[in-house]
């Protein structure tokens, strides 16, 4: 494999490759519960509730649009619940909520990679002051980027009272209209006091029929197209590639999913001028041999005390997962950080390889903590955070993909 034998990858063509057409799945979306205060519950059909069956990250699929990026996800229940702070809610104390999210990631930590829309640089309490809860109330969150735009999927916990934040678009004069059963909530950006500590994906809002679910668009397009089950979106969204990839992270406390391949497929194109690393990297490239394109690629971690984490290439061929596994294994193994922990082992800078199979068509490298001999450079978080960082998305040599496969 040459350094410069990649090729961008399209998520549309790669999914619709890797399944058949499938019937749309049955959705919770089909009725509205009351999004206003004053609102009747539609009697179009009985109130949906969420499917207990159904993991929360698998249920972040049914968002999914063609333009999708990545996915951030965070299991605020089972976070809580691995921090011993299964009880904790945005009525308790400021002090006590900022003491968890401390513990999970360190406050020098940049480039979070995953879901806390009251995480987004305003006040610590803007969220709960002005709109009457933050992620402390929620079951699970995730952030779907689109190329040009982002949605936010809010599910709240089965104690959540939903009727505060409701209020308070009826106060500040939030439209409503009813779309194919879902009640939309739109406000136009005019400079209000409450939107200057507001992520503004809050004025295109989504109250979904079960009652405890919220979508938020930064666009009223983006929040669209992850409503729509317009085809093909059903048949990607179900697709088995995507339901197996899922599955391999075996329900992850937080997980980013990427699916923009040509990024991760070119993690090359843009390492700094350095002949001794070039010539180390393109050793290891040509060790691990051809490499097959996938359709995705997904982190997990699970845990706090002893974190350990899972990297998931979902491919619609078995037999090109099990081809990939020792190129896969010897990158994970052997391979050198590129742009953040420059030269240095992965297995110091972010992980060490625990073990490396096939299951369907998911290649799985299940990994630990890192075991650092000198010290990192700033920036560098590894699994022992609790979190993953994106940045070793720009450190994933193990990612690459050959133009020849």
Not at 12 to 32: I, K
Not at 147 to 157: G, I, T, Y
Not at 183 to 189: G, L, Q
Not at 354 to 359: E, F, I, L, T
């Amino acid at each position: 494999m040459r350094l410069d034998r990649f090729v961008p990858l399209l998520f549309l063509t790669l999914v619709l490759g890797a399944c058949a057409p499938a019937t749309p799945d049955a959705s919770t979306r089909t009725s509205a519960a009351p999004a206003s205060a004053s609102a009747e519950p539609s009697t179009a059909s009985e109130p949906s509730t969420p499917d207990a069956a159904r993991e929360p990250l698998v249920e972040v699929l049914d968002f999914l649009t063609l333009d999708t990026t990545n996915v951030a996800f965070t299991d605020w229940e089972g976070l809580k619940a691995a921090y011993g702070v299964a009880d904790l809610t945005s009525a308790d104390p400021l002090e006590e909520r900022l003491a968890f999210l401390d513990a999970m990631v360190p406050p020098s930590a940049t480039d979070v990679q995953y879901a806390c829309f009251s995480c987004r640089g305003y006040r610590a309490d803007a969220l709960k002051t002005n709109w009457g809860f933050d992620n402390m109330d929620l079951a699970w969150e995730a952030e779907i980027q689109q190329q040009r735009a982002r949605v936010v999927v809010l599910r709240f916990s089965d104690e959540g009272d939903l009727l505060p934040l409701i209020s308070r678009f009826d106060e500040r004069g939030f439209s409503t209209e009813m779309r194919d059963g879902v009640t939309v909530r739109v406000h136009a950006p005019d400079g209000s006091d409450w939107m200057i500590q507001t992520d503004l994906a809050i004025l295109n809002a989504a109250f979904l029929a079960d009652g405890q679910t919220l979508l938020l668009g930064t666009t009223m397009a983006a929040l669209e197209s992850a409503l729509s089950q317009d085809p093909p979106l059903p048949a990607i969204r179900s697709a088995p590639v995507l339901r197996d990839t899922v599955a391999a992270l075996e329900q992850p406390t937080s997980a980013f999913l990427a699916f923009d391949l040509n990024a991760l497929c070119n993690p090359f194109l843009r390492m700094p001028a350095n002949e001794e690393l070039e010539d180390t990297v393109q050793s290891l490239l040509d060790r691990a041999g051809t490499l097959h394109p996938y359709t995705l690629m997904a982190v997990g971690n699970r845990g706090s005390l002893t974190p350990t984490g899972r990297i998931v290439f979902g491919y619609g061929d078995q037999g090109e997962a099990a081809a990939d596994l020792a190129g896969r294994r010897l990158l994970a193994e052997e391979g050198v950080g590129l742009l953040t922990a420059i030269g240095h082992p992965l297995r110091e800078a972010y992980f060490t390889l625990v073990d490396a199979r096939v299951s369907d068509g998911a290649l799985i490298l299940s990994v630990g903590p890192p075991m650092p001999t000198s010290p990192l450079p700033s920036g560098v978080t590894s699994l022992g955070t609790a979190f993953f960082l994106g940045r070793i998305l720009f450190d994933a040599i193990f990612a690459a993909c050959d133009i020849g496969a």
